[in-house]
T-cell receptor, first 112, second 116 residues
Framework: AQSVTQLDSHVSVSEGTPVLLRCNYSSSYSPSLFWYVQHPNKGLQLLLKYTSAATLVKGINGFEAEFKKSETSFHLTKPSAHMSDAAEYFCVVSNTGNQFYFGTGTSLTVIP | KAGVTQTPRYLIKTRGQQVTLSCSPISGHRSVSWYQQTPGQGLQFLFEYFSETQRNKGNFPGRFSGRQFSNSRSEMNVSTLELGDSALYLC???????????????FGPGTRLTVT
């Protein structure tokens, strides 16, 4: 069975400071993992994906995530938060059947 | 390439009615998935269609159904609407899959359904 746990429902950072959004996964298989972002009243946009290549994955808008099998984690980071990063972030695990399992989301607030 | 489009964007229906939502995937994408997003339950998988066949199904009642046409466009139907069906319904398409492997999904803007 596949599932993800997003450890924080809400994260608040100051503009220009680092962002850390935490995600742990559970998977019976070698997982494919994704991070998506959803801005208010918008659809979901893919930030990055891990599919068993490099463990450090770089995505759009300066985000990156590191796959750590020993910790079953796939945390999302960004060195310096921007106001436009304020949004809802979803960690997703998928199996070979192409079915996506979403976490409950982390709401990121960026304080000016 | 044009993105995933969903129509209508907003819909208001009354309990007991039925509704049909439409999704046009990115050109060349053969897999279309549907999700329900609510504040209480988050994002829940409804079903996935690939080459006009339902390949995966989530844990939703039979009132929720879908289909896919030969041009990969998909429709989702909800019959006998309940208040709890009020949600954002998201459609996503994936690049061609031969039945295995995982491909990132590209999401449309969603259809906001309100049931009164």
């Amino acid at each position: 069975a596949q599932s993800v746990t997003q450890l924080d429902s809400h994260v608040s950072v100051s503009e220009g400071t680092p962002v850390l959004l935490r995600c742990n996964y559970s998977s019976s298989y070698s997982p494919s993992l994704f991070w998506y972002v959803q801005h208010p009243n918008k659809g979901l946009q893919l930030l990055l994906k891990y599919t068993s290549a490099a463990t450090l994955v770089k995505g759009i808008n300066g985000f990156e995530a590191e796959f750590k099998k020993s910790e079953t984690s796939f945390h999302l980071t960004k060195p310096s938060a921007h106001m436009s990063d304020a949004a809802e972030y979803f960690c997703v695990v998928s199996n070979t059947g192409n079915q996506f399992y979403f976490g409950t989301g982390t709401s990121l607030t960026v304080i000016p | 390439k044009a993105g995933v489009t969903q129509t209508p964007r907003y819909l208001i229906k009354t309990r007991g009615q039925q509704v049909t939502l439409s999704c046009s995937p990115i050109s060349g994408h053969r897999s279309v998935s549907w999700y329900q997003q609510t504040p209480g339950q988050g994002l829940q998988f409804l079903f996935e269609y690939f080459s006009e066949t339902q390949r995966n199904k989530g844990n939703f009642p039979g009132r929720f159904s879908g289909r896919q046409f030969s041009n990969s466009r998909s429709e989702m139907n909800v019959s006998t609407l309940e208040l709890g069906d009020s949600a954002l319904y998201l459609c996503a398409s994936s690049s061609p899959s031969t039945g295995g492997g995982v491909y990132e999904q590209y999401f449309g803007p969603g259809t906001r359904l309100t049931v009164t």
